[in-house]
């Protein structure tokens, strides 16, 4: 398995931008498929992008096209999700997340987590 510590979030007004981190611990990493999830309170967590292995496909949830990036850059061995236009519904914990697969909708399919790093959008 792969460690995953994130870093980044922030309190940040609507409309505005951050980035947000996940270091990736070990020599296997560029071989997963990496995510970001978020959980806000009471909801259950829902992915928000995926990345191949390889940096060259991405998914998006709805909510976040046009708005997030996901990249990586597997030579530092981190996972990047620049996140801008930033709306109050995008507040919670995020986490990122390494699998064999890219289902944003199966966050039981993925057995690597970090710890997460909480992201409040205020209006």
């Known amino acids: 398995q792969v460690q995953l510590v994130e870093s980044g979030g922030g309190s940040v007004q609507a409309g505005g931008s951050l980035r947000l981190s996940c270091a990736a611990s070990?020599?296997?990493?560029?071989?997963?498929?990496m995510g970001w999830f978020r959980q806000a309170p009471g909801k259950e967590r829902e992915g928000v992008a995926c990345?191949?292995?390889?940096?060259?496909?991405?998914r998006y949830a709805d909510a976040v096209k046009g708005r997030f990036t996901i990249f990586r850059d597997n030579a530092k061995n981190t996972l990047y999700l620049e996140m801008s236009a930033l709306k109050p519904e995008d507040s919670a914990q995020y986490y990122c997340?390494?699998?064999?697969?890219?289902?944003?909708?199966?966050?039981?399919?993925?057995?690597?987590w970090g710890q997460g790093t909480q992201v409040t959008v205020s209006s």
């Open positions: 997340a390494a699998s064999s697969s890219c289902h944003l909708s199966a966050p039981s399919d993925w057995p690597s």
């Open positions: 070990g020599n296997t990493y560029s071989r997963y498929y």
């Open positions: 990345i191949y292995s390889g940096g060259d496909v991405s």
